[in-house]
Structure formats: structure tokens, C-alpha cells
T-cell receptor, first 113, second 116 residues
Framework: AQSVAQPEDQVNVAEGNPLTVKCTYS??????LFWYVQYPNRGLQFLLK??????LVKGSYGFEAEFNKSQTSFHLKKPSALVSDSALYFC???????????FGKGTMLLVSP | GAVVSQHPSRVICKSGTSVKIECRSL??????MFWYRQFPKQSLMLMAT?????????EQGVEKDKFLINHASLTLSTLTVTSAHPEDSSFYIC????????????FGDGTRLSIL
């Protein structure tokens, strides 16, 4: 089985401050992990992924995520938030033997001016 | 990069009518397409997996006679909501798999379906 947990429904941060959106996962075997962003009334846009290699993954729009195997986490981070980063963020996992992504419930990020 | 086009982006119709939503892969051949339903402020719920030339695989609890899926070509899958009712109102999103891509799925922009 594969599952993803995003413990925060919403994260609030002031523009210019660092942001973190949390994600933990549960899979059998090695996980493939992803972050997507969704703007209102739009589909999902790919931000970054972890397959193997360096635990720190850099993605689009200045976002990065750190894979932590011991904590089974894959938190999304950005050093300096922008108001335009305000959106719904989804963490997803794809485990070996599975053909479909499993998404977390999503975290709404609100960046205030 | 791989682009998935979903049409229409928004549709409003009367209860009892059927609505067809199209999902096209514009610059790649998608052997597999997925249909999701998203309720307000909630995650994506996988409805079905659609493989070209074969019957779709529906997730548990999804009525296949209610949500008809056809994947007639490598670039087109359609979802038809038959005899739609207000409870079918939702945001429907399709995605497609491009084997040559470094992403597992490419998503359309979704269809906002409102049944009056």
C-alpha cells in the first residue's frame, strides 16, 4: 500500500519569509515522491520529484524539497515566499509496483504581503 | 513539454442531461489517461484509469454506468456524465502518461461542472 499525509490544511507565511509545507509518506519499498501546485480552477502543475540520489531536490519557481528516509518525510521548502506562491500544494507518492499516484489531501499556502 | 488539453473548462447544464468532457494529449501519445474528481478544498479522487483500446478500470465506488469513459485513440479520452444531477457538480481533472517524460502524469486544466 502507499499513502501520503499532509498534516496541515493551511500554512500562512509573510512575503519574504521562508516557507515549509509538510509531507510524510508510507510505502513498501523505495518511494518516488512528487510535489504539485494547483492554482484556482486549474489542473496540477509539476514542481519537483525525488527518485534517487541527492536528498535535496530543486524544482520550479525556487522550490526545493528534502527527502528524509528515516522520518519518511518529503517537506517542500522555499527560502523566500512570494505572494504569487499562494496556491494549493499536493504531495504525491508512487511506489514500486503501482501505476497511479497517491495524493495527499493538499495544503493551502497563503502568503501575505 | 507534454501538454494535456481538457475541454470544456466550464459547463453549466440542467439536471438530467448528459455532459461530455474531452481530454487530449497534444504533443504525445498517451497510452494511459486518468480521470479525477475534486471537491472544494479537497484532494483529487481517482475515478478511473483509461487505457487506449480497452475498457476503463474504475475505482471502487465509482459508477461505471454513470461515468462513461472512452479512450478511442492514443490522444483522446472522454468522460461522459450521464443523466447528471446536482450532486455530480464538481471539478473534473484528467491526466495522461507520457512514457518519454520525466513526470509520471501531465494534467489538464480541469472542467468545472455545475448541474442546476
Amino acid at each position: 500500500a502507499q499513502s501520503v499525509a499532509q498534516p496541515e490544511d493551511q500554512v500562512n507565511v509573510a512575503e519574504g519569509n521562508p516557507l515549509t509545507v509538510k509531507c510524510t509518506y508510507s510505502v513498501s519499498g523505495n518511494p518516488y515522491l512528487f510535489w504539485y501546485v494547483q492554482y484556482p480552477n486549474r489542473g496540477l502543475q509539476f514542481l519537483l520529484k525525488y527518485i534517487t540520489g541527492d536528498n535535496l531536490v530543486k524544482g520550479s519557481y525556487g522550490f526545493e524539497a528534502e527527502f528524509n528516509k528515516s522520518q519518511t518525510s518529503f517537506h517542500l521548502k522555499k527560502p523566500s515566499a512570494l505572494v504569487s506562491d499562494s496556491a494549493l500544494y499536493f504531495c504525491a507518492v508512487l511506489a514500486s509496483g503501482y501505476s497511479t499516484l497517491t495524493f495527499g489531501k493538499g495544503t493551502m499556502l497563503l502568503v501575505s504581503p | 513539454g507534454a501538454v494535456v488539453s481538457q475541454h470544456p473548462s466550464r459547463v453549466i447544464c440542467k439536471s438530467g442531461t448528459s455532459v461530455k468532457i474531452e481530454c487530449r494529449s497534444l504533443d504525445f501519445q498517451a497510452t494511459t489517461m486518468f480521470w479525477y474528481r475534486q471537491f472544494p478544498k479537497q484532494s483529487l479522487m481517482l475515478m478511473a484509469t483509461s487505457n487506449e483500446g480497452s475498457k476503463a478500470t474504475y475505482e471502487q465506488g465509482v459508477e461505471k454506468d454513470k461515468f462513461l469513459i472512452n479512450h478511442a485513440s492514443l490522444t483522446l479520452s472522454t468522460l461522459t456524465v450521464t443523466s447528471a444531477h446536482p450532486e455530480d457538480s464538481s471539478f473534473y481533472i484528467c491526466s495522461a502518461t507520457d512514457p518519454s517524460s520525466n513526470q509520471p502524469q501531465h494534467f489538464g486544466d480541469g472542467t468545472r461542472l455545475s448541474i442546476l
